[in-house]
Antibody, heavy 116, light 111 residues
Framework: QVQLQQPGAELVKPGASVNLSCKASGYTFTSYWMHWVKQRPGQGLEWIGEINPTNGRTYYNERFKNMASLTVDKSSSTAYMQLSSLTSEDSAVYYC?????????WGQGTSVTVSS | DIVLTQSPASLAVSLGQRATISCRASQSVATSDSSYIHWYQQQPGQSPKLLIKYASNLESGVPARFSGSGSGTDFTLNIHPVEEEDTATYYC?????????FGGGTKLEIK
């Protein structure tokens, strides 16, 4: 079955970077765009951006353009999102989600805590 | 950016009754053929789950008590009859243009 596997948690110091992974299985990785969504504790959902795994083409929400960078490794069917210059405002759960007419499959999310 | 306004922010519905959630877009998110609005359910501690795509198309495996309707800027998610397991927060989402945005969410409690 279609699955997106994400690590459960990351602890990061303020000002540092983190590289989040999303390993896809159960489908042809290069056939579907991958999206990333942020959810702060007790808050709603915020779209970060998307990547075409075939050619690496990306589109970003302007709000995240300078701090998020999306990449893929086709050999391991894994999507990555690097977040840089992190502050406490970036403490959140970050989801990857596959796009097939809508966001039809979501990972379990990685909880990022920014703290010294 | 397109703003999606959901109402109500929360509601409590008796078991077996109908829950109706509204989503209003700040501009049209539809063509004559398709409405680019989708609905998700997020149960406590879980990731979101797709319920309805393109305003009214039920995702495979989703119970038929969920239905969606609407066009232009006004969309509705209905759940009837509600069951205990429907306790969750529901979000609308548009894929009309970048950036995609989500509604603020509606928290559903079953009485």
């Amino acid at each position: 079955q279609v699955q997106l596997q994400q690590p459960g948690a990351e602890l990061v110091k303020p000002g540092a970077s983190v590289n989040l992974s999303c390993k896809a299985s159960g489908y042809t990785f290069t056939s579907y765009w991958m999206h990333w969504v942020k959810q702060r504790p007790g808050q709603g959902l915020e779209w970060i951006g998307e990547i075409n795994p075939t050619n690496g083409r990306t589109y970003y929400n302007e709000r995240f353009k300078n701090m998020a960078s999306l990449t893929v490794d086709k050999s391991s069917s894994t999507a990555y999102m690097q977040l840089s210059s992190l502050t406490s405002e970036d403490s959140a759960v970050y989801y990857c989600a596959r796009y097939y007419y809508a966001l039809d499959c979501w990972g379990q999310g990685t909880s990022v805590t920014v703290s010294s | 950016d397109i703003v999606l306004t959901q109402s109500p922010a929360s509601l409590a519905v008796s078991l077996g009754q109908r829950a109706t959630i509204s989503c209003r877009a700040s501009q049209s998110v539809a063509t004559s053929d398709s409405s680019y609005i989708h609905w998700y359910q997020q149960q406590p501690g879980q990731s979101p789950k797709l319920l309805i795509k393109y305003a009214s198309n039920l995702e495979s495996g989703v119970p038929a008590r969920f239905s969606g309707s609407g066009s232009g800027t006004d969309f509705t998610l209905n759940i009837h009859p509600v069951e205990e397991e429907d306790t969750a927060t529901y979000y609308c989402h548009h894929s009309w243009e970048i950036p995609w945005t989500f509604g603020g969410g509606t928290k559903l409690e079953i009485k």
